[in-house]
């Protein structure tokens, strides 16, 4: 007899089937009575289980959160709907078993990290209608994962669930939404004014991972968190003093000991107000202003008023000498001059004699943050950082926060059939300069190396891993950000801006986890224009620690100068065999260590036999092999074993002739054209096996005389 756990499992499963013939939905009570009707005997063998505390439908829907957490169902006005995720996992499972222990993964995924998902939903609160935030943004600021994450709102769908998309505008691959789905969306966010082109929502009304951070107000009405009772964590700010409507205001803050913001037009506002009541009174004030400029505004003037309490950290800076105080005090309302510091705060400036280096002193994670163009920025996750450095000399200790790559492991060096040592020594490269290229003939295993190794280093987390193939036709637009059409603010016109390139999000997201390795591989990277893909970052390559003004975003006016984070790891393949590797320049080769994956050299030599030996299979593959390359005489056109290393070549002997035929004489057939060598007489299985005394068979004979 079946526990009631069990039973339990095998009714939520049940009631999922039964959604999949309802597209719109059911009411739970609706539910119960087709899961009854599938389920005869399920009462008896329910009562049966011992002292009854609860009935089966009451199971229904007690548990049937387990469905929900992980997206697979979700609840809209008491009605209940499968989603196409858990259409999927219907699809990926045929029992009950496998199906609820999948679901109860993602429930244990969501209970260990609640908080994060609590944040997720304040912040979501927080998005203003008619901007959209990326789902990779979201998970980054409150810890969960991005997968989880998409699943979750798909199930829960709390408010603001639908302005989460992915960093293109685009709506969430991770959803799996169906044409119904796409839809429904669709139409929720032209209600919002998000109205798509191509299928994305306009780039312009995106709250980038930053300003995500200055839209949640997370502190409670008191110093005291009303959850445990604990004291309210200092906070940590930065307050632009130094360019104030084209003047410096930091020296005269540091003799007043006060910090500012020029809120002109602004009423005169309480402390502690709403932020509701600071986004009506900037509509109205700065009525003038663009969308986006009140957005920032608002969020702004609320930290300032409200958000930042007394003794938390405050940090400005004055060019490359940079300040570091304690406020003093609640916000006032002042007349100054020209306007330019109505909003007060006092402040006990700590360094006030003896400033900070901007370049030398600041972490690396901290001098990117300050290039954002924010009046106010919540610093609050560097507070450890800036509480130290604040202190006098010497009794501040050297803050450093910076990613460790790990050391390789024997079970990584077995998976991948090489030394450790070799392995290990890959590692030390990266370590020491974190660029490395892997280059040899086709069939070496070049990509899929780079693809273990990266995720390795990446402690498993894919969001951490991007790859990127360089062709003839890539530029630097496509790699790091160009201009692309987008929509305007008010939907009637298109712009230019602009975004984005796959190095560049990953930057983003470098920066947001400073102590995390991050890595791009860059497949095939000889086969682009490196000069015209890199452009200016070439420079930053080598001095990760310097700035440099960008291509476009400087163009712009931004004044973001921008760095490379230290944590950002660029693993690159390089077919030899392709005669584009001219276009690697000494600039390049200086940049990047090179590691050769040779057929002839360690440790590719010895995959191929190893892999066999795994799998009891005989050696005569690595012999023929070896012989086939013996018989190359141009190095870089010799075969890697990765085209023998799949199980489906030796389940019998058509096997390994087909592939020997259909992908390693072709490629020789190349190499040759025009110089008159019989490549099957040459390389052929026969020619092989004739020479090292092997047997061959007919049907594998008959196969190499046609071709």
């Keep these: 007899m079946a526990s009631r756990t069990e039973l339990t499992r095998q009714i939520l499963f049940m009631a999922a089937r039964i959604l999949t013939d309802h597209p719109d939905g059911l009411p739970a009570s609706g539910i119960w009575p087709l899961v009854e009707k599938r389920m005869p005997g399920l009462a008896q063998e329910w009562d049966g289980g011992g002292p009854v505390s609860n009935t089966p439908k009451q199971a229904l829907q007690w548990k049937s959160g387990r469905l929900v957490k992980p997206g697979w169902i979700t609840k809209t006005h008491g009605r209940w709907y499968l989603t196409p ?77 639908h302005r989460v998309l992915d960093r293109d505008g685009g709506i969430p691959d991770d959803s799996h939404a169906d044409g119904r789905l796409r839809k429904t969306w669709q139409e929720i966010l032209d209600e ?82 709403s932020q509701e009541a600071v986004q009506a009174a900037v509509a109205e004030d700065y009525a003038h202003g663009s969308y986006n400029e009140r957005l920032k505004k608002t969020a702004e003037f609320h930290a300032f008023l409200s958000r930042m309490r007394e003794n938390d950290l405050v940090i400005t800076n004055d060019g490359g000498k940079v300040y570091v105080g304690r406020l003093a005090g609640g916000p006032a309302f002042r007349v100054s001059v020209g306007n330019r510091a109505n909003l007060q705060r006092p402040v006990a400036w700590l360094n006030a004699d003896s400033p900070l280096d901007f370049a030398d002193d600041l972490p690396d994670e901290i001098s990117a943050k300050l290039a954002t163009q924010h009046d106010v920025l919540d610093l609050t996750e560097f507070a450890e950082e800036l509480e130290q450095l604040g202190r006098p000399e010497p009794s501040r200790p050297q803050v450093v926060r910076e ?26 490269l990266l370590r020491d300069r974190p660029q490395l290229v892997f280059y040899g003939p086709p069939g070496t295993g070049k990509t899929y190396l780079a693809q273990e190794l990266a995720h390795f280093l990446a402690g498993g987390r894919p969001e951490n891993v991007k790859l990127v193939q360089f062709h003839p036709a890539y530029s630097y637009e496509d790699f790091f950000e ?6 305007t603010p ?67 006016g931004t004044g973001q100068a921008f760095t490379l984070p230290e944590n950002l790891v660029i693993l690159g393949t390089m077919n030899t065999a392709d005669r584009s590797i001219a ?36 050696g005569d593959a690595a012999r023929l092999l070896a012989e086939l390359n013996a018989r190359i005489d141009d190095r870089d056109f010799k075969i890697g074993p990765s085209y023998l290393m799949r199980e489906a070549v030796h389940r019998d002997g058509k096997g390994f002739e087909r592939v020997w035929r259909t ?10 054209y025009g110089d008159g060598v019989d490549v099957s007489q040459r390389y052929g299985l026969s020619a092989l096996r004739k020479a090292l005394k092997l047997g061959q068979e007919p049907e594998e004979a008959a196969g190499e005389s046609t071709s």
């Excluded at 906070?235 to 003047?247: E, I, L, T, Y």
């Excluded at 024997?410 to 890959?426: K, M, N």
């Excluded at 160009?482 to 929509?487: I, K």
């Excluded at 992908?663 to 040759?672: D, K, N, R, V, Y």
């Design 85 to 161: 995720l858990g259409r999927l996992a219907l699809g990926r499972h045929a029992d009950g078993s496998s199906f609820m222990a999948e679901a109860q993964a993602g429930y244990v995924y969501w209970e260990k990290n609640r908080k994060g998902f609590e944040a997720a939903e304040r912040l979501l609160e927080a998005v203003p209608v008619g901007h959209w935030v990326a789902a990779e943004d979201l998970a980054a600021q409150t810890g969960v994962d991005a997968l989880h994450l998409v699943g979750w709102l798909q199930g829960e769908r709390p408010e603001g669930w």
């Design 192 to 273: 919002e004014g998000l109205h798509a082109v191509l299928g994305m929502a306009p780039p312009g009304r995106r709250i980038s991972g930053a300003d995500l951070r200055q839209l949640l107000d997370e502190d409670a009405d008191t110093d005291v968190d009303p959850d445990d009772g604990s004291e309210r964590p200092r906070r940590a700010w930065f307050v632009r003093g130094s360019n104030v409507q084209g003047v410096n205001l930091v020296p005269d803050w540091l003799v007043d000991g006060y910090c500012s913001l020029p809120a002109a037009k602004l009423r005169e506002l309480p402390p502690g107000v």
């Design 403 to 428: 990613m460790t790559l790990p050391d390789v492991d024997d079970e990584l060096a077995g998976r991948l059939l090489v030394d450790r040592d070799w392995l290990q020594e890959c590692v030390e």
């Design 482 to 487: 160009g201009f692309r059409p987008v929509q």
């Design 490 to 556: 008010d939907g009637q016109g298109v712009t230019f801006r602009p975004l984005p390139g796959p190095l560049l999000r990953l930057v983003d997201a470098a920066r947001q986890r400073p102590e995390e390795p991050y890595v791009l591989i860059i497949d095939e990277i000889n086969r682009g224009n490196l000069a015209k893909i890199f452009g200016e970052l070439y420079f930053l390559l080598e001095y990760r620690r310097r700035a440099i003004d960008l291509l476009y975003s400087s163009a712009e």
């Design 583 to 618: 276009l690697v320049d000494a600039a390049m080769r200086r940049r990047f260590a090179f590691v050769e994956l040779h057929p002839e050299e360690t440790p590719t030599r010895e995959m191929l036999g190893r892999w066999l030996g795994e799998r009891d299979l005989p």
């Design 663 to 672: 992908q390693i004489l072709p490629l020789l057939e190349e190499h040759h």
